[in-house]
């Protein structure tokens, strides 16, 4: 299995982003949004680790894509649901911080229900995109696959996890510094 050291942020010093709730979850999305407008000049070292970050997901995406070609196409339990395709406050602070834009989430649907950003290839969103746990999802075939391959890509592999879980936490990490130094409601 895939096994390495965290090296990451811990994501739950955030609150909680409830997708059962749309009011609640709109507003506090436009709040994220308004923190980077209200102390962008205080948010410049997020924004200068998040080049790395995007560098990560981009030189990850194509191997992940081989995998999950390989074997998702023969799934019988797909693992995308609406509810692992909705982000947490983190999520938020990575695509503001990447310049992306929020997706436009339809909150209205099954959360058990296939995602509704699944297309007929997959995930229409690009890497960056999506709620960071579906690039940290592997299930048991992917991970098969992970490992009949020679070992020196799985090294490579794991080694480039490893530097996207470093880049998101600097990123992560500096926003926190200035979010908690302004006292932000955590609720
Ligand atoms: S990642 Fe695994 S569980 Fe999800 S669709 Fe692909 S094969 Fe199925
Ligand atoms: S990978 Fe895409 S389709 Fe799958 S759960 Fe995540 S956002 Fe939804």
Known sequence: MVSMAVIGFDTTVFPRLDYR????????????SAFFAEYE?????????????????????????????RVCPYCGT????????????????????????????????????????????GCVLPRPQRPYRCTWYFCDPLLVQLEIGPARDYRNFIS???????ARGEVLRSFFQVWEEKGTDRR
């Open 78 to 121: 797909v693992c995308c649901a609406n509810k692992f395709g909705f982000p947490e406050f983190a999520d938020v602070v990575g695509f503001i911080a990447l310049g992306l834009e929020i997706p436009g989430y339809d909150l209205n649907v099954d959360e058990n229900e296939v995602c509704q950003f699944i297309g007929e290839k």
């Open 21 to 32: 709730d749309p009011d609640a979850f709109w507003r506090q999305i436009e709040a994220i």
């Open 160 to 166: 480039d996890l490893q530097e996207l879980s470093r």
């Open 41 to 69: 000049s205080r948010l410049g070292t997020v924004f200068k680790n998040a080049p790395a970050l995007m560098a990560a997901f981009e030189k990850l995406d194509p191997l992940i894509d081989s995998y999950t070609n």
